[in-house]
């Protein structure tokens, strides 16, 4: 029967498709999430949203660069099997079957290409926020000193980078990283000159850090209030780590920097003097929502 001839090659496919099952089943081997022994809810680090995205994407790199081979390997297996029990040879079958590995070959080159690229930008991101971490960090002191930092904040449709408490306010810090312009010469650009509504980079423009800050205050000056029934002085830092900050026509209630000695400048930000009654309920509040 004709139909066997393509329906007996497929034997040949069965090693092939245990092996995908057993690619995909150890694609989450890695998984660097960690919960607490005492209320099992999700500890969180500096950077812990971009560190899960981080393994996700190192997931889908594992995923591709294992199962690709897999795949692109099928067509040709499969045309093999048919070589073996078809009656005549179609080479116009056999082109097919190579011009489908081919195909299969580009996408996932393109894929591994597209996670690759998407690692390195991760990375570079998750860089720049423990560096911001670390300097915030120097805030702490016993619990006494009425400086206190969150990181990793759950918002409305995001996380809040890091969220610092003290004594004048309380502070939204995100941090947004992009790389250095390499001039022709082979020096580094990295002069960003602060707009009202824009960021000027040397080859490029952004609104989308200071749209995304402001937005991130706007929502935890509004949950803060709904929570604690009273309103809570709250600004936004954009901080862009490696960079030079030029402030030509800078807004008020913004402040950028590019992340050094952020724990000195803080400090001398005094929006408004917090009871102790009003920094305490700010602390509990946003420790309910992001356990420390």
């Not at 790389?179 to 509504?197: F, M, Q, Y």
């Amino acid at each position: 029967m004709a139909w066997l001839e393509y329906l007996l090659p497929l034997i040949f496919l069965f090693p092939l498709a245990a092996t995908a099952v057993i690619v995909v089943g150890l694609r989450n081997l890695h998984d660097a999430r960690v919960s607490s022994p005492f209320d099992a809810h999700p500890l969180r680090e500096p950077g812990q949203s971009l560190r899960d995205r981080l393994d996700r994407a190192f997931a889908s790199l594992f995923l591709n660069g294992a199962l690709g081979p897999i795949v692109i390997m099928v067509p040709l297996v499969y045309g093999m099997g048919r070589m073996l029990f078809a009656d005549e040879q179609n080479w116009l079958e056999w082109s097919l079957y190579g011009a489908l590995s081919t195909l299969l070959v580009l996408v996932f080159c393109f894929r591994l290409i597209r996670d690759f690229q998407r690692i390195r930008r991760l990375k570079l991101g998750l860089a720049c926020e423990l560096a911001v971490g670390q300097e915030l960090e120097r805030l702490i002191h016993p619990e006494s000193h009425p400086y206190f930092v969150f990181h990793d904040v759950p918002g409305a449709d995001d996380t809040l980078d890091h969220v610092a408490i003290t004594p004048h306010g309380v502070f939204v810090i995100e941090t947004w990283a992009r790389s250095p312009t390499v001039l022709p010469s082979g020096a580094e650009d990295n002069r960003v000159t602060v707009e009202r509504e824009r960021l000027r980079f040397p080859d490029w423009n952004e609104r989308g850090p200071l749209r995304d800050t402001r937005r991130s205050v706007r929502w935890l000056t509004v949950w803060l209030e709904k929570e604690l029934g009273r309103a809570v002085p709250v600004k936004g830092v954009l901080a862009l780590p490696g960079w030079q900050i030029e402030h030509a026509e800078a807004a008020d209630d913004l402040l950028v920097v590019s992340g050094d000695a952020l724990a000195d400048r803080l400090p001398e930000q005094r929006l408004a003097t917090l009871d102790d009654a009003t920094h305490d309920a700010v602390i509990a509040a946003i420790h309910r929502r992001a356990p420390r």
